[in-house]
């Protein structure tokens, strides 16, 4: 692990405790960090355009200006972790780590298929979470969750006696 990916890591775990700080200072990132693409535009824009005598519209004097935005715009959402997951989004992320194809490319059957594990997955939680509060209502002991368990198909059929 490099010596920046422990300084996002620190970062990231401050921020944490601070979540609407946090919040704050990535929202100045990513306007920074689009102002200066922005700006590097409409100066390359006024640049090439004042090349060929057309008046522009823009009067911005430096191209330091937009590329300042967009260093310390890109240097706050790198160093808070923000950059990737702004921009890219943890779902598509997550999906590629996988080896899952996009939504736009699943079939409607694949898409219900998974819509429907999921409805099944969460009728199972709901079982075993009524499952634990009956135990506990009773008095019934962690080890004694097993059983009820079991009985509820929770373990995954592998019932282990």
């Not at 010596?3 to 401050?14: A, G, P």
């Not at 946090?22 to 700006?39: C, D, E, S």
């Not at 090439?48 to 522009?56: A, D, K, P, Y």
């Amino acid at each position: 692990m490099g010596f920046f990916d422990k300084l996002e890591d620190k970062i990231r775990f401050w921020f944490s405790h601070y979540p609407i700080l946090y919040g704050f200072i990535g929202g100045i990132g990513v306007v920074l960090f689009w102002r200066g693409v922005w700006h590097t535009a409409d100066y390359i824009s006024l640049y090439f355009l004042n090349q060929t005598g057309v008046v522009s519209t823009t009067d911005f004097g430096s191209i330091w200006d937009g590329l300042i935005s967009l260093v310390i715009g890109s240097a706050f959402l790198l160093a808070t972790g923000l950059f990737v997951s702004n921009f890219i989004g943890n779902e598509i992320i997550i999906s590629g780590l996988r080896g899952e194809r996009k939504l736009t490319e699943k079939t409607e059957t694949e898409v219900r298929t998974e819509t429907g594990a999921i409805a099944e997955i969460r009728e199972e939680v709901k079982k075993i979470s009524k499952a634990v509060e009956e135990l506990s209502a009773q008095g019934g002991s962690p080890s004694s969750v097993a059983g009820p368990l079991r009985r509820t198909g929770a373990s995954g059929g592998k019932n282990k006696r």
